[in-house]
């Protein structure tokens, strides 16, 4: 017992200590406004400010994409009748500082929504389960805020690039409802990941607009999201919570639907969200940002009667996450369109079980893989006729090249798949360590957002630069992490005495710590 009582001592003792500091650091959070257990999203850089608005449209008359039926309400699981998105768009840094809006928080009430979609997704949902992880968001991310400027006036002036030439920006001196000889700020519409939302990618889409672009961050309603609030004027809110291909039916209640066709019917939702998007935004630009504002059950846009002509409708970009990627390729199919007038792509981390892989592409595309997806893309892919993801990719990238179309595929050294989006900036060391990602967090978002910035302005017309300028060294994914083990050889040809110590200082010492080109119009470096 005596020995018992020696022992305990110094154990109560370290557990005081810990107590006594975990409630000093929770006073510290709570006086200086700090998150409790997450880092603060960082202030956006670029030459703009950023502001952000959440707007939800009506779909008249709604849209039936498949008539499935949730086994749960009976409700069409695949009928559109509004589409959600939030703006991300260049501001000025004096209107950013007059805003007065209260900032949108990254979870949006009520947390205990996405929770319970969480909880659906790990297949424990239950009431103690939806309240264990409510009380976990709550503590890890509840009072983060997105570091945007709510419902600031879009910023009117263009801003000289670093080439010279100017930002797709909007003469000021132009009559509103004409659009300036630059043709208006471009617009990139993105869709989201399964079990993932709009505010998931809100650094990506920030530091994209705080370089001149309009970003449309869709809320897809096709099941994927953990949580949803359907809001439409003059009647009761609804939540669509996520569901999969076992919570559908066929309306008569005889069936169930295959994963393929699950699949399908959630694609061509998406994309008719996609389409709904682009309507809004050529509404806005056409001068009836008013009537968007007006149905807007958000109470957000009052200035977008001033956006008119001030956005290049004309040219959009269409970009992707995972099973967003997947979407956004097949958003591509026949175009360009009226409805899908996309002239490039970012595809990032395309979908390994979110169907085929749309090839019918006759624009410009930007693939970028995560390092743990091409490490990971070996095994024979679904829906790849026998071939692996990753040649899958490739290939589809290789042949739009060879139809005139510059195209780029390259693996970002380091990341994982989560690393675009703002999970690794909240927790970087949890996500580093449930991933195995490498790269400092900041690191890698930046790396994506140059390789974007960079192929969006080749897009816009200026020569090409940076990464979209290399040729492919590696077509096959090459396990850099293998090599500084001394577990293989390098792909590059005519690079492979000396790998590891060029890799850490001298010519290696550029892009080549961040990326692999795999695929590129500038040709692959012979061997």
């Known amino acids: 017992m005596m020995a018992f009582f020696l ?38 850089t670029g030459a703009y400010a950023v502001g952000t608005i959440d707007i939800e449209a009506p779909v008249s008359p709604p849209r ?110 132009m009559p509103s409802g004409e659009e300036g000889p630059s043709g208006g700020f471009p617009i990139i519409i993105f869709s989201h990941g399964t079990v993932s939302a709009k505010t998931d990618y809100s650094h990506y889409a920030g530091e994209l607009a705080a370089r001149g672009h309009v970003v449309v961050m869709l809320e897809h309603r096709d099941g994927s999201s953990p949580g949803t609030i359907i809001r439409q004027q003059g009647k009761p809110n609804r939540t669509r ?89 097949q958003a591509l199919r026949g175009g360009p369109t009226e409805a899908r007038p996309f002239h490039g792509a970012i595809v990032l981390d395309p979908g390994k079980q979110s169907g085929p892989l749309n090839a019918d592409v006759r624009v410009p595309l930007l693939v970028v893989h995560s390092d743990s997806w091409s490490r990971n893309s070996s095994s024979e892919f679904l829906y790849g006729g026998g071939r692996a993801h990753f040649n899958v990719v490739r290939d589809l990238v290789a042949r739009n090249n ?55 302005a080749f897009l816009a017309g200026d020569e090409v630069r940076g990464l979209m300028a290399e040729k492919a060294e590696f077509p096959d994914y090459y396990d850099q992490g293998a090599a500084l083990l001394g577990l293989g050889k390098p792909g590059q040809g005519g690079r492979d005495k000396g790998f590891v110590e060029d890799l850490k200082q001298g010519e290696w010492a550029d892009w080549r710590r961040y990326w692999q080109i795999h695929v590129s119009p500038a040709g692959t470096v012979e061997r």
């Open 402 to 456: 060879a139809r005139g179309n510059p195209s780029w595929f390259m693996t970002s050294i380091g990341t994982s798949h989560p690393s675009v989006t703002d999970a690794p900036l909240l927790q970087p060391f949890l996500l580093s360590f449930t991933t195995g990602a490498t790269i400092d967090v900041y690191q890698g978002l930046r790396q994506y957002v140059h390789v974007a910035e960079d192929f969006l």
């Open 64 to 173: 039936t994409i498949h008539e499935a039926r949730l086994k749960e309400t009976n409700e069409k699981a695949f009928e559109l009748q509004t589409v959600l998105f939030t703006l991300y768009y260049p501001t000025t840094y004096d209107a950013a500082r007059a805003s007065k809006a209260k900032r949108h928080t990254w979870v949006p009430e009520p947390l205990s929504l996405r929770a319970q979609g969480y909880a659906r997704a790990a297949h424990i949902s239950n009431w103690f389960t939806d309240k264990l992880f409510t009380t976990v968001i709550t503590a890890l991310v509840g009072d983060i805020t997105i570091p945007a400027a709510v419902d600031a006036p879009l910023n009117g002036r263009a801003i000289p690039t670093s080439q010279g030439k100017f930002a797709r920006g909007h003469d000021q001196n």
């Open 241 to 329: 919570l996520l569901f999969d291909v076992a919570g559908v039916e066929t309306p008569d209640h005889s069936l169930s639907l295959t994963v393929e066709e699950f699949h399908q019917a959630q694609l061509d939702f998406r994309e008719a969200e996609i389409e709904e998007a682009v309507r809004v935004m050529k509404l806005i630009n056409s001068g009836r940002g008013d009537v968007v504002y007006e149905q807007n059950p958000y109470n957000e846009g009052a200035d977008l009667a001033d956006w008119a002509g001030h956005l290049n409708t004309h040219a959009m970009v269409v970009a992707g996450h995972s099973y967003g990627a997947t979407g956004a390729l």
């Open 7 to 44: 022992l305990y001592i110094p154990l109560a003792r370290h557990f005081v200590i810990v107590v006594f500091l975990a409630v000093t650091y929770a006073l510290y959070c709570y006086f200086f406004s700090k998150p409790l257990l997450a880092h603060p999203l960082p202030q956006h």
